[in-house]
Structures are given as structure tokens and as C-alpha cells.
């Protein structure tokens, strides 16, 4: 049973500094691996998709890689700006054979301080 | 529309009644998707639409949940004698049908249902 875990909870950064958010999951024949941002009050937007034969996929300033062997994923944002401040989580579906629903993270909260 | 439109934002019913919750995807998406979102806790998935069928209903949390899509557009999620356990956030999400499932899904912004 596919289960996804992320550290920290929640992160505070001054402006301007690169950051790393962290996810885990435990079944490592994983389809593909998502990362959205969550607004309050505006719900979910996808950043990234990251299927199970790729290690990386880039979008501006934000750039997830994949790692099947130790069950991880992160996701690099390069010169955190305050508009960046939202929970970040990430989703996999639980397997190849039902790709259709997604087993997400509780996401980590992160504050960039102007 | 421009994207997915979740209705009403927010909604406050008293214990033992009825509501329903309302979804317009993105226009031509396929696929439509419920999910909830408890305070403190993770996205739960409740069910998927492909077309107007719903191939996975597992994620309903009893037989007081109920949902439909018609048109293959606009999908109602209806909730009978609600509970206090039954507060959360539903979301609803809509994707195209994408290359062996790996597709893009984007969401509403939820509609904010308490129950006292």
C-alpha cells in the first residue's frame, strides 16, 4: 500500500534563498509522482509531473526530481520569493494498476519572508 | 469555462440534513474526480467519473455519499443526513484523458461544508 510522507511540516525562509522540500513514499514501483501548490481558499494547482522513467522535471524556478530506489522526492525552488509562501504537497497514484486516484502527503507549509 | 468551478464556496447545514455539492470540470476534461480534505489531514479520494460511469467508487465513506455526473460535464456530490464527521473541504478536480494516466489534474476551489 502505497503511503507518502513529507518533512518538514512547515518551513520559513527569508527571501531570496534556495530551498528543498521533501517526499517519501513507500512502494517504489511508482507510476509517477506530483507536486501542487494549495492557496487557502483557491485549491490545488499541479507544478510538476514526474513520470516513473524520468528523474527530473524542471518549470522556472522550480525543479522535482525523482528517486525510486530510496523513495524520495524534492522539490528545489531557486530564489524563494513571498508569493511562493503556500502548502506544497505531493500525490502518487497507489500503483500501476490504478493510476486513477492519488495517495497524497499531509504537504509542507512554506513562509518566504520578504 | 476558464477552469473548474466548485459551488456553493461555502455551505453551513445542521446535522441530519441533505446537501449537494456542485461541480463544473473544464470544459471537454473527461475525467472528474472528488476528493476531501479534512482539517489536519490529508486529500482523501472519494470517487472518479470517466464520461458519465464511475469505474471507482472505493473512496466513499458510506452509503450517505452519493454522486453523479451527467452531459459529461457538470457532477453532484450529495451528501444525505450529514454528521459533524462530514466537515471538510470537498474538491473537485477535472484532467483530459491523458497517456496511461499520467495526466494533469486541476482542481476547484472547494467548497467549505460545516455541519453543526
Known amino acids: 500500500k502505497q503511503e507518502v510522507t513529507q518533512i518538514p511540516a512547515a518551513l520559513s525562509v527569508p527571501e531570496g534563498e534556495n530551498l528543498v522540500l521533501n517526499c517519501s513514499f513507500t512502494?517504489?514501483?511508482?507510476?509517477?509522482l506530483q507536486w501542487f501548490r494549495q492557496d487557502p481558499g483557491k485549491g490545488l494547482t499541479s507544478l510538476l509531473l514526474i513520470q516513473s522513467s524520468q528523474r527530473e522535471q524542471t518549470s522556472g524556478r522550480l525543479n522535482a526530481s525523482l528517486d525510486k530506489s530510496s523513495g524520495r522526492s524534492t522539490l528545489y525552488i531557486a530564489a524563494s520569493q513571498p508569493g511562493d509562501s503556500a502548502t506544497y504537497l505531493c500525490?502518487?497514484?497507489?500503483?500501476?494498476?490504478?493510476?486513477?486516484?492519488?495517495?497524497w502527503g499531509l504537504g509542507t507549509s512554506l513562509a518566504v519572508n520578504p | 469555462g476558464a477552469g473548474v468551478s466548485q459551488s456553493p464556496s461555502n455551505k453551513v447545514t445542521e446535522k441530519g440534513k441533505d446537501v449537494e455539492l456542485r461541480c463544473d470540470p473544464i470544459s471537454g476534461h473527461t475525467a472528474l474526480y472528488w476528493y476531501r480534505q479534512r482539517l489536519g489531514q490529508g486529500l482523501e479520494f472519494l470517487i472518479y467519473?470517466?464520461?458519465?460511469?464511475?469505474?471507482?467508487k472505493s473512496g466513499l465513506p458510506s452509503d450517505r455519499f452519493s454522486a453523479e455526473r451527467t452531459g459529461e460535464s457538470v457532477s453532484t456530490l450529495t451528501i444525505q443526513r450529514t454528521q459533524q464527521e462530514d466537515s471538510a473541504v470537498y474538491l473537485c478536480?477535472?484532467?483530459?484523458f491523458g497517456q496511461g494516466g499520467n495526466e494533469k489534474l486541476f482542481f476547484g476551489s472547494g467548497t467549505q461544508l460545516s455541519v453543526l
Open positions: 467519473f470517466q464520461g458519465n460511469s464511475a469505474p471507482d
Open positions: 512502494d517504489s514501483a511508482i507510476y509517477n
Open positions: 500525490a502518487s497514484p497507489p500503483g500501476a494498476g490504478n493510476n486513477r486516484k492519488l495517495i
Open positions: 478536480a477535472s484532467s483530459s
